[in-house]
């Protein structure tokens, strides 16, 4: 399983990765299915400081299983531009990649399969994100717009003349009241976390 929460900075990434597994993997043979699930479920995909600057830098690139149509279609998501000698070693070997979405027949097939959620972005940060690395595709759903947080309003100080005793029943009942109620992680952010990994377990 991915195990990856919106928080995560490969969150996105790994999200691109599932869908165009649903998109492409109708077209590949059941071996590259295959490596194609273990790649994603392997997060083979995690850029490190330098692949975000190189593209040769990438983990993929030297992977005998990320030199495959598989991983190649890893790194297309990845980068808004694949090297052409490169893509051309893979092609010569293994054929060409497949070129038609078929998310929509797979989604027939796995009915039960369950898309992302989409996020509101910050796109201040989504700027400063892809000039501080341009030749990436993704945005991370690191750079959505967070919720305010409610700050409660300051308890009334008492009078220095007053020293009010509490028992330790007035303790518990006054902490319960004074206490914020903090929301579920789904309820604060408004949308269901999605399982991306059903499809993956299936071929």
């Known amino acids: 399983m991915l195990r990856l929460t919106e ?7 790994g999200v691109a990765c599932v869908q165009a597994y649903w998109a492409y993997s109708m077209d590949l043979s059941q071996s590259e299915r295959d490596d194609m699930r273990s790649l994603i479920l392997g997060c083979k995909y995690r850029h490190t400081v330098a692949s975000r600057e190189a593209f040769s830098a990438h983990r ?10 598989p991983g190649l279609i890893l790194l297309r998501v990845l980068y808004k531009a694949v090297p052409v000698d490169f893509e051309n070693s893979i092609v010569a070997r293994f054929g060409r990649l497949p070129v038609r979405n078929r998310s929509d027949e797979y989604s027939a097939l796995f009915p039960n399969t369950v ?6 972005m910050d796109m201040s940060r989504v700027r400063l994100y892809h000039l501080r690395y341009p030749l990436l595709k993704v945005t991370p759903s690191t750079c959505r717009k967070r ?5 409660p309003a300051p308890q009334e100080t008492l009078s220095p003349t007053t020293s009010p005793t509490m028992s330790a029943t007035d303790i518990g009942s006054e902490a319960s009241t004074l206490a914020p109620s903090t929301p579920t992680r789904n309820e604060d952010l408004g949308h269901k976390t999605p399982d991306l990994n059903t499809a993956l377990n299936n071929n």
């Open 7 to 13: 928080d995560n900075m490969i969150y996105s990434d």
């Open 60 to 69: 993929l690139c030297r992977d005998p299983f990320g030199t495959t149509r």
């Open 115 to 120: 898309g992302p959620p989409v996020f509101e």
């Open 147 to 151: 919720q305010e947080v409610v700050v």
